[in-house]
């Protein structure tokens, strides 16, 4: 027996050092770019910048708070999140609901018609011609309504449904007389609040993150969210971004620009990224819990 | 007399519960609009679309996008790049099993849970970050990948507009993302593993590593096997965001995937037909993967989606 326990210690060692050299590489970098937003931009372009910061500066952030089209993507994008989730949430529970019920005739074919846009769908060219053909290219709308509901989500929602909400009670309230609005606004929503919450979350995530839709729909740029934004000053490079900063700074050197853009990069990062990193840890269990009741099929 | 009665039934359903199909209204209309109207559009590939005459007034010609696409020069380069990084990426659907059994196996808990929730953290960043992310630190002349490689000697390399380096920084920085949070659904599959497996198996003499291979692999074998085929549903189109952001004129040679190009075709070139009848083309491989390999799972270990 002392023979295994003792290669069982070893294993642990080895296991916990693994683990542990994993999760190091992972958050190296999100260490780097914070440190870099508050680090002088030559100490980090050179490379002597590497893990803390150096010689501190709150430049960059003054920069992005400076910055116009930041501010308009910023807001734009918390509008398109919130109006988005909200839509989301509206059509999903009710839904979600019914199909959950058993009195529900033709459930079957109510969720083949679902599931089924899981496995096929328009493609891309179809479904763009469906958004402008409705008139919302360059508009809200072409963020917030295509891709509002997917069949995962109502999947998720009917099984919490069927699992948290008992026959008995349902059974109970309509020989009392309750219609199924008073039921689900009264009896259903208050005890689906853990749900509604992962709901509501996942689909904000996603809204939050989300470019593609943004690219193809708008041209607009009052209408751009934040991660067009984004994509101008990181990876485009356009410093037509930094107009503001520049018209401050009327004649700027070159290699003041360099340094300015830089600054500006590592900012940008954590002001767009920061509001889910902070939130996502006190949340985990919800995203958790989301993405088990996801996984769980009949 | 029978039909009687049940379309009797069915009216008496319906005036008590009209209610619930009020409910389930608006998602159907969603889905008939935004899902079913562009499958019914996708006839626009066989077709000559005009803006005038609409996805259902326009001309028939068959399958001559289709023809046109497959006898292309760039055909083969576009199929076999989606190809590779596709299966390059599923090449690494181990990984996440492989963190989760290690996670499983730590006696620390609070360890554990911080080992979690930073691991998480990469999944919470938009593409664009990473991409962003990328590009700075892959810098030729800032970046702090070519600093330490300058520190050892070696020539600064400008990876992201290689094309020999592409397909390693999508898998690579995608998996960076992913890896914490795949881990999710095989923890709590492992949590549900009975202990008594483990006790019977302590008493015979089994070590740690022989436990787990004989006794937590087989008994996430299920999930592992379904997240496989869901991976395979998704197999040709995974990630093509990404790609879109990640790719240059320098390094298209390997980043030029179906979808980037149904995208450069379709809505900036504005070749409906032609690119939907690329995405159609697309989707029909992805349809006929899924299909066989939850055929195969079905018979092989009677886990399967449907």
Redesign the interface.
Known sequence: ?SK?SL??KA??RL??F???M??LI??Y??I??IS?SISDPHA????RM?LWPVEITVDGFIRVFQNEAIWVGYRNTIMYTVIGVSIHL???L??A???S?K???AKKT?LW??LF???????????????K??GMVNTMWAIV?????GAWS?LVARTFFQQTIPDQLVEASKIDGA???YL?FKVVLPLSLPMIAVMGLFHG?AL?????NAL?YLSDEQLFPL?LI??Q???LNETSADSAATAAGAAQSFADQVKTA?LV??AV?IV??LP??IV??FL?RF??KG??IG?V?E | MDQMKKRYQITTNFRSNWQLYLFLLPVLTYFFVFHYIPMYGVQIAFKDYFANLGMFGSPWVGFEHFVRFFESYYFWRLLKNTIILNAYNLLLFPLPIIFALMLNELRNGTFKKWTQTLTYAPHFISVVVVVGMLVAFLDPNTGIINHVLRSFGIEPVSFLTSPEWFRHIYVWSGQWQSLGWGTIIYLAALAGVNPELHEAAKVDGASRFQRILHINIPSILPTIIILFILNIGNFMQIGFEKVLLMQNNLNSETSDIIQTFVYETGLLEGQYSFAAAIGLFESAINIVLLITVNHIARKVSSNSLW
């Open positions: 027996m295994f290669s069982d294993f642990d296991n916990f693994l683990v542990l994993i999760t992972i958050i970098p999100l780097f770019v870099a980090v372009n050179t490379g590497w509206t059509i999903l009710p839904a609901y019914a199909l019920r009195e529900l005739m109510f018609i679902i846009t899981m496995l096929f769908n328009g493609g891309l060219i179809p479904t763009y011609l469906v958004v053909n409705l309504i295509p891709g509002v509901i109502i219609s199924d609005i689900f995530v939050w993150n989300q470019y593609f193809i991660q984004l994509r000053i990181l990876i830089s990069k590592y990062i767009s990224s889910l990193l996502y840890p985990q995203f958790v993405v088990l996984s099929k």
